[in-house]
C-alpha cells in the first residue's frame, strides 16, 4: 500500500540548532562528517528524549538517508519473503508509503536488504540483498526503472549487495562486479548503462563508492577484495590503482583527504594509506594494523580518524592520518561497534549490547558525555546477527535501528 509524501530538501535552523539533510550512506559526502550545529554537549543519565518508535523496519540491516521530515530505508517483511523500501515521517514515525521491490536474500547472520537508500531529485535508489537495483519516486514509492546487478555480470557476494550507490549528475553508479566490468554508470531516469569498467573486473565486495577530486581530476574511488581503484566518470576507465590484499569481507568507506586516500579492512588486515601524483601514479605511503575496522566505519576530523580496531592493541581507536600511528585507544569503555560525528562529538553504538555513548571528538582520550542502552530490542534478529546498523544524525535527530525497530531521539537542547 502506497501513501503520498512530500519531500523537502534543504538546510533549516530552530533554536539555535543548524540542522541539515542525510541523503544517502554516510551522509552528503559519503565522510560520516555531519554539519549539525548546537546539539546536546551532554546526556541525561537515561539518555536523549526518544521522540518515536517504529516497527515498520522489517528485517535486515539497511541504513537511512534522511530528507527534510522524511526518513527512508529498506526491509524484509517479517515472516514472508518480499524486500520493501519505505518512507517514514520524521515527525511521528509513522509510514508515507512502503513499496515492495525483490523477493528475499537469504543468510545465516540474518534475511534481508543491507544498503542504504540514496535520494536524489526526487527519486530513490537502492539495492535488494540479492542485487535488484531500483528507482523509485521519493513521493510515492512508485517505481521508475529497475534491473539486476546480474543483469550487468555480477554474482551476489555471500553476504549479499551491502552496497549503497552512488549518485553523481545523470548518472548512478553501482559495482555489480565481474567479467563485464566491476562497476557501472546507468543512467539515472532510465536505467540505461552509460558505461562499464571493462579494464576494471574484480568481484564485488561490500564497500560503497565514493566521488573525490584529486589533483584537480574528478573521479569515483571504490575498494574490493584485491584493488583500491579510481575510475575516469566519463568512461569508467582506470585512472589508477594499487593492492589491496583483503581478506573474507571487504566492507569501509575509502576516505580521501587532499591526495592520499586511506582504507582499512577487518580480519586482521588493517589500513592503508596512499598518495596520488598528478601523473595518477601511486605511492604507499604506509600500512599497519593499528585500525583493523570491520563494518562499523571510519570517520577522519581533522588530522585524525577514529573508529573501532580489531587489531592487538585496539578497541575504539585514535589514529594519525599523516603516518598511521595511534593516538589512543579505549577497549573497556564501549564493546565493538560502529560510529557518527556531529558538533564535536562521536556517537558509538555497541553493536552486542546496543549501548549509545557521546564522546568528544578529542585527541586527548576517550571522554564520555552521556550513555544509554536501546530498549525494547527486537526479538526477530538472527542469533548470529547483532545490532550493525550505523547510527545516523539529521535535523536535529539521531536514528538508529534492531531490525523492524526503527528509533528516533531529540538530541537538540
Known amino acids: 500500500m502506497k501513501f503520498f509524501c512530500f519531500v523537502v530538501v534543504g538546510i533549516w535552523s530552530v533554536a539555535g540548532v543548524t540542522a541539515d539533510d542525510w541523503p544517502q550512506w554516510r551522509g552528503p559526502n559519503r565522510t560520516d562528517v555531519s554539519n549539525e550545529a548546537g546539539l546536546l554537549k551532554s546526556w541525561p543519565a537515561d539518555g536523549p528524549k526518544r521522540d518515536w518508535l517504529s516497527k515498520a523496519g522489517g528485517l535486515g540491516y539497511s541504513g537511512f538517508s534522511v530528507v527534510g521530515n522524511h526518513l527512508f530505508t529498506m526491509g524484509l517483511e517479517i515472516g514472508g519473503d518480499d524486500e520493501f523500501v519505505v518512507c517514514l515521517d520524521v515527525k511521528n514515525g509513522e509510514t508515507k508509503w512502503k513499496t515492495n521491490v525483490a523477493k528475499i536474500f537469504k543468510n545465516g547472520w540474518g534475511d534481508g536488504p543491507r544498503s542504504t537508500p540514496t535520494i536524489d531529485d526526487g527519486h530513490c535508489y537502492v539495492v535488494s540483498g540479492n542485487g535488484v537495483v531500483a528507482c523509485l519516486k521519493s513521493s510515492d514509492g512508485t517505481v521508475v526503472w529497475e534491473k539486476t546487478m546480474q543483469d550487468l555480470g555480477g554474482k551476489t557476494p555471500f553476504w549479499g549487495y551491502c552496497e549503497s550507490v552512488l549518485v553523481d549528475g545523470k548518472n548512478m553508479i553501482c559495482t555489480p562486479g565481474g567479467k563485464d566490468g566491476a562497476v557501472v554508470a546507468l543512467n539515472k531516469k532510465t536505467g540505461e548503462i552509460v558505461w562499464q569498467s571493462k579494464d576494471f573486473q574484480d568481484g564485488a565486495q561490500y564497500s560503497s563508492p565514493i566521488k573525490a577530486v584529486i589533483n584537480n581530476q574528478p573521479q569515483y574511488i571504490q575498494l574490493t577484495m584485491k584493488s583500491l581503484v579510481s575510475?575516469?566518470?566519463?568512461?569508467?576507465?582506470?585512472?589508477?590503482?594499487?593492492?589491496?590484499?583483503?581478506?573474507?569481507?571487504v566492507i569501509p568507506t575509502p576516505i580521501v583527504k587532499g591526495n592520499r586516500v586511506y582504507v582499512s579492512s577487518g580480519y586482521r588486515v588493517g589500513c592503508?594509506?596512499?598518495?596520488?601524483?598528478?601523473?595518477?601514479?601511486v605511492k604507499q605511503v604506509w600500512k599497519n594494523q593499528v585500525m583493523v575496522n570491520h563494518h562499523g566505519g571510519v570517520i577522519l576530523v581533522g588530522e585524525h580518524l577514529f573508529g573501532y580496531s580489531d587489531g592487538r592493541k585496539g578497541g575504539w581507536t585514535c589514529q594519525s592520518f599523516a603516518d598511521g600511528e595511534q593516538v589512543w585507544a579505549e577497549n573497556k569503555a564501549l564493546s565493538k561497534g560502529a560510529i557518527a560525528y556531529a558538533d564535536g562529538k562521536f556517537y558509538c553504538l555497541s553493536e552486542s549490547k546496543g549501548e549509545v555513548v557521546l564522546i568528544d571528538a578529542a585527541v586527548e582520550g576517550w571522554k564520555e558525555a552521556g550513555r544509554f542502552k536501546l530498549e525494547p530490542q527486537t526479538e526477530n534478529r538472527s542469533n548470529r546477527g547483532k545490532i550493525w546498523v550505523h547510527p545516523v544524525i539529521a535535523n536535529g535527530k539521531m536514528f538508529l535501528r534492531d531490525q523492524e525497530l526503527i528509533y528516533c531521539y531529540d538530541i537538540s537542547p
Open 231 to 249: 575510475l575516469s566518470p566519463v568512461d569508467g576507465s582506470v585512472l589508477w590503482k594499487s593492492d589491496w590484499p583483503g581478506q573474507t569481507a
Open 272 to 281: 592503508m594509506s596512499v598518495e596520488v601524483a598528478a601523473d595518477n601514479s
